[in-house]
């Protein structure tokens, strides 16, 4: 795995900028992400370009031996644009203009804007595309950040009218699949169709959905047209983007296939605090940020690579963005590194390399301070690097013993119409993956176009849709399934199946939900000893193929089992969720055990990695090639298999 840093030499005077890279260098950095953010420093005014500064700055990185990852600077569009062309900018939800003075204040549906985009982009590549220090581009910076997706532009309205045209082919065909006749809600034409906010009661779900939706492939239009000048003008490089993390606003499955390699910036104590976790687990992993918050997303974006992914940004200190900023504890910051190494991560490169002065992010911490002197991520910095040569060239990680399945159009299905005020598909897969690793299981999140051959588990923890091709899939590939609530409870127009849920999975398990209720927080129905149900409970009929292998005390089936497929009809607690991920593991010939709530392992061919995210060091018994025992809070030990 490589080590870098996010650089931003046009923030700071020139003479800092040699040093920078030979400094970097001597501490083992190799590679710089470089001008995101710095249009208005190459375009200061409307056609007038100024490369002669960014030009040293790529030959200084070259002559150090730091390779270049270029960002488009797309993000940032500047004043004197925004000025000419005040329609690229969007709007809120309730039609007020996001205008000029952060960031991010574009429209991806302007056509406007793509065509300035795409301009200084092909600029961009023709000035460097072909430098041999370039060996990667990335495209913008952190789509849909402070929540740009959604737009309510006129663009935005005229883009998705054409879109639901091409989507059903005539305006009646809509009236039929959302259901309009419902509230008389139909339309004429196409052109009625206005933007799903400001109605005086909610606004129709499957109209919400499908604005999800049409904002998403806004989102991939707009990458794709800057991918396709950067393959034409620079080829042999590869093409990223830096995916966030805790956000689903876009499919990024869908954007991903457009790229090379997946990235995403990793902030592990700035996510803990806008997680769905437990004010205690604030409390507990107030310095290392939750055991399970990043290996999710590392998984998760190495999906979206096909397995091919890096971290772009990675916590280096205190951030500047989150409701409170602690600092990281001792070790944190090399734990994070061997982390993402051991999900096999191609590189990681820290934000920033030095502490800005000023700005918004003048209080995110840098690997220097604003003083150029090193920062207390320097050392950790230091000691990663020399582990990781010390360890020389690693086997591939390979098939994890379990695949989770996660899907941004069902995560949109459960926002569209949620039916409980806290029902949330991305916190209910986050616990899913917690409960497997937890059990010492490793996880690969899939999206449900996988292939699933040879999984011997595969999770459902909020299929939304599940057709009758996807349910023949997870039958064909022969592990074992567990599905959870909500599962196949809507078609892709966004009706309740005519069969009633759980739709095409009714092909692995005879069971029917016939009613569903939702309960507020402080309400739970006990199932025995065995643990309590929150949040969400369905009423299911079984086929007389189906046993009940749980049930709530008042008689009510709660885990329904049919062969290999497992059912839950309710939000389980922690507990539960783990008993019933453990039985079906331990069926499927895994072996799952309790590993506590603090400590994680992972498996890289013969390597072992053990992460200590709790306050209390952790013995054990292994020739430790990273590490020692007993583990320390925010430790690593790596240990390699014995030979047989």
């Known amino acids: 795995m490589k080590l870098g840093v996010c650089w931003y030499p046009e923030q700071w005077p020139e003479a800092l900028w040699a ?10 950095l190799s590679f710089v992400r470089i001008g995101e953010f710095a249009w208005s420093r190459i375009e200061p005014e409307p056609g007038q370009l100024d490369w002669a500064w960014l030009d040293r700055v790529v030959e200084l990185a070259h002559g150090a031996g730091i390779e270049v990852v270029m960002g488009t600077p797309t ?16 709007r809120s939800r309730d039609g007020q203009v996001r205008g000029f003075g952060s960031r991010r204040h574009y429209c991806f549906a302007s056509e406007v804007y793509l065509e300035q985009a795409k301009r200084i982009t092909a600029l961009m590549a023709e000035r460097y595309g072909q430098h041999p220090a370039i060996v990667a581009w990335q495209t913008d910076n952190e789509y849909g950040c402070h929540d740009t997706v959604v737009s309510t532009s006129d663009a935005a309205k005229a883009a998705f009218r054409h879109w639901l045209a091409a989507r059903y082919g005539d305006v009646q065909a809509l009236n039929a699949a ?16 206005d933007a799903p906010f400001g109605t005086v009661t909610e606004s129709h779900p499957a109209h919400r959905q499908d604005w999800q939706r049409f904002s998403s492939s806004m989102v991939e239009r707009f990458n794709a047209a800057q991918v396709a000048v950067l393959r034409a003008a620079s080829p042999g490089r590869d093409i990223i983007h830096n995916f966030m993390g805790l956000f689903t606003e876009f499919d990024h499955f869908a954007v991903g296939r457009q790229l090379d390699v997946a990235t995403w910036d990793s902030y592990p104590i700035g996510f803990l605090w806008q997680g769905p976790f437990t004010a205690a687990d604030k409390a507990r992993y107030l310095r290392t940020g939750h055991p399970d918050l990043t290996a999710f997303h590392h998984s998760l974006y190495r999906a979206c690579g096909q397995g091919r992914w890096w971290v772009i940004e990675q916590q280096p200190g205190p951030v500047n963005w989150a409701a409170w900023n602690p600092a990281p504890a001792k070790g944190a910051i090399e ?22 002065p000023t700005g918004q992010e003048a209080m995110h911490a840098g690997l220097n301070r604003p003083d150029n002197q090193p920062a207390a991520a320097w050392p950790e910095v230091q000691a990663l690097a020399a582990g990781i040569a010390s360890l020389g060239p690693l086997p591939p990680r390979g098939q994890s013993d379990v695949a989770l399945m996660f899907d941004y159009d069902s995560v949109w299905a459960v926002q569209s119409q949620p039916q409980g005020r806290d029902q949330d598909a991305l916190a209910t897969a986050m616990a899913w993956h917690t409960a497997a690793r937890r059990l010492g299981l490793s996880v690969d999140i899939v999206p449900p176009d996988c292939d699933l051959a040879g999984y011997r588990l595969v999770l459902l923890p909020a299929q939304v849709f599940v057709e009758t091709a996807l349910a023949a899939r997870l039958a064909a590939a022969g592990g074992a399934v567990i599905a959870g609530p909500r599962t196949g409870s809507k078609t892709r127009d966004f009706a309740i199946p005519a069969g009633l849920p759980p739709d095409g999975l009714k092909l692995l398990i005879d ?21 309590l149900v929150s949040g969400w409970m369905e009423d299911v009929e079984a086929g007389a193929g189906t046993d009940t292998r749980l049930a709530l005390d008042d008689g009510r089936g709660l885990w329904f089992a049919q062969g290999r497929a497992h059912y839950l009809a309710g939000q389980v607690d922690d507990g539960l969720l783990r ?10 010939g895994l ?26 060091p952790v013995p054990i018994g292994h020739d430790l090639l990273i590490g020692v025992s007993p583990v320390p809070p925010a430790g690593v030990a790596i240990w390699k298999d014995k030979a047989q």
């Open 75 to 90: 993000a940032t569009p500047p004043k004197w644009l925004v000025d000419a062309h005040p329609e690229i900018m969007a």
């Open 19 to 28: 040093s920078d890279v030979q400094r970097m260098a001597a501490l083992g």
């Open 178 to 193: 959302w259901g309009l006749a419902f509230w008389a809600q139909e339309y004429r034409s196409f052109a009625e169709v």
């Open 579 to 588: 008993r019933v991920v453990g039985d079906v593991a331990a069926a499927a």
């Open 591 to 616: 072996l799952p055990r309790d590993l506590g709530p603090d400590v994680r392992l992972e498996r890289r061919g013969d390597l072992n990695f053990l992460f200590n995210y709790g306050p209390q």
């Open 335 to 356: 734990l994070w590194g061997w982390e993402a190494l051991a999900q096999d991560a191609e590189r990681m490169s820290w934000f920033r390399w030095r502490q800005a």
């Open 511 to 531: 069971v029917t939900v016939v009613r569903v209720e939702s309960l507020p927080p402080g309400i739970a129905l006990a199932a025995g000893n065995a643990g």
